[in-house]
């Protein structure tokens, strides 16, 4: 029978020994406050530095949003890890997990929109650069964002109301944390309909992604080589490594995860660690790359620490 309200589940977290479990909390405490103090410092910056009020930094702006948006999912992870220094696993409320759940699937999906948006954003610069304020408009900016986010909720807020009413009749959840896959794993019933529509979004998303990056990079190629110019081969490389950075390392850890899921001998540990690579290693690294890769941002993030300074002395 189905699991009457309020339902708690118990997260498993990592299968290690006690004496690893603590340097995995500091770890985690490590890697969380770089990954929220570096997102946070880029956020702030292009906020608060008119110079940086352009098309470009204001989607730097959207993808950072992206991921400050799941702050549960992060907090839910130090819990376990602190938790399991001393308990095997960590009891979690039903509405909790959903909500992490669904806002980890936000970040996965709009992370794909707003990298394709970027992506054109680069096309229309350096393939149209006496057009580009007249085509990169406030109002088209607005437009791009809009639709970027509003595909994204969409598509997960239909598969979450799918999944919400699936009735479960197990409590144990195999993982780190709450995912959509590892929720449903739990269900009495058939959810063919529901993986099928989980399937199909994944691959609308990636694929869509892909075909839109390749399509203004392959352009962007294109007009570099026809011009023939130095400046204009060093400009592209400039202004886009950091995009293509970043989209490669969103994709290599989404592979890993598919891959690890995919393989029954792959063991737990590796399957989970796959899993937080995910959502950890392309977050962490974006500041990383937006703020020391792009001159712009760099050269502001310097400003305002001097400035700071300035202010404390």
């Known amino acids: 029978s189905s699991l009457k309200q ?83 696993s960590v009891p979690i409320y039903k509405n909790r997990s959903v909500l992490s759940s669904f806002l980890c699937n936000i970040y996965g999906a709009a992370a794909q929109t707003i990298l394709s948006i970027m992506a054109y954003d680069r096309y229309v610069a350096i393939c149209e650069p006496l057009r580009y304020h007249t085509i990169m408009s406030t109002g088209k900016l607005i437009a791009l964002c809009s639709i970027a986010w509003g595909i994204a909720v969409i598509l997960i807020l239909i598969l979450f109301i799918m999944n919400v009413t699936v009735p479960l009749c197990g409590t144990l959840i195999l993982h780190v944390y709450c995912s959509n896959a590892s929720i449903l794993r739990l269900a009495c019933v058939d959810i063919t309909v529901n993986n099928i529509y989980g399937l199909c979004i994944t691959w609308i998303l990636s694929t869509g992604s892909f075909l839109v990056i390749a399509f203004c990079y392959v352009k962007i190629l294109i007009a570099c080589l026809i011009k023939r110019a130095n400046n204009s081969k060093t400009k592209a490389i400039q202004t886009c490594s950091s995009h293509l950075t970043v989209y490669v390392i969103f994709e290599i850890a989404m592979l890993f995860l598919v891959i690890s899921q995919r393989f029954e001998q792959v063991s737990p540990n590796v399957k989970k660690f796959c899993s937080i690579l995910y959502v950890v290693f392309p977050p962490t690294f974006n500041p990383i790359m937006y703020g020391i890769n792009t001159k712009e941002i760099r050269k502001h993030i310097v400003k305002q620490f001097k400035y700071s300074q300035i202010i404390q002395k």
Do not use: D, R, W
Not at 11 to 40: C, D, R
Not at 63 to 86: A, D, F, G, K, R
């Open 6 to 88: 309020p339902i708690i589940f118990t997260l498993q977290g990592f299968l290690l020994p006690k004496e690893v479990t603590y340097p995995l909390f500091v770890l985690t405490l490590l890697i969380y406050t770089t990954l929220v103090a570096g997102n946070g410092i880029v956020f702030v910056v292009i906020l608060i530095e008119k110079k940086l009020h352009e098309p470009m930094y204001i989607m730097v702006c959207n993808l950072v949003v992206c991921v400050l948006l799941n702050p549960t999912l992060y907090l839910n992870l130090l819990t376990i890890m602190h938790m399991q220094i001393s308990l095997p």
